[in-house]
């Protein structure tokens, strides 16, 4: 084992979606360690309750994060939008087909000015929604609206800009101007 924590660069990419058990912080804080702060990319598995506090170590200690991708089915809610704070870094975001409201993915974009890349793959649509933030780094974004029920909703929506000089996305009232 020595070898392996001798060299950071092994622990830039940690996936821990394929767990048996739940991830806890003091599982994760070590790897963190390994990898002195380095890690760029992680991976986890929403449905255990541990992901939020896992992820909230993750971007406080790792502050080259700039990929996560959660998945599993559970609910990303509140914890999510407090995690999200200390990712200002934060470059990709994916969230699979764990639930969230529509107005947690408007805070989570909020607080991440750097988003270039962003899918929420089940999102509770708002039926009074508020204006989105701009999100001026913004070149990719996927969302995908799901019933309480589960099932997925034929309305989503899909934005992808190939142009380097792209108009920022501004996202409002269910109408997305400069897309």
Not at 132 to 159: A, D, I, Y
């Amino acid at each position: 084992m020595s070898l392996l924590t001798a060299w950071p660069r092994f622990w830039a990419r940690i996936d821990v979606s394929g767990s048996k058990r739940p991830i806890r912080e003091r599982t994760i804080k070590p790897y963190i360690s390994y990898a002195k702060g380095t890690t760029s990319e992680a991976t986890l598995n929403c449905s255990d309750v541990q992901a939020s506090k896992v992820l909230d170590v993750l971007l406080q200690k790792c502050k080259s994060l700039s990929r996560i991708a959660i998945t599993g089915g559970g609910f990303l809610g509140e914890s999510l939008v407090r995690a999200s704070t200390n990712a200002t870094h934060l470059r990709s975001l994916q969230t699979g087909s764990a639930v969230l409201s529509q107005d947690t993915a408007m805070r989570i974009m909020a607080n991440c000015a750097n988003l270039e890349e962003v899918s929420f793959g089940s999102v509770m649509q708002d039926p009074y929604p508020t204006a989105w933030p701009q999100c001026q780094k913004l070149r990719s974004f996927e969302m995908k609206f799901t019933h309480l029920e589960g099932r997925s909703r034929p309305s989503n929506v899909t934005f992808v800009s190939t142009d380097p000089d792209y108009e920022p996305c501004r996202c409002s009232k269910q109408q997305y101007s400069g897309l």
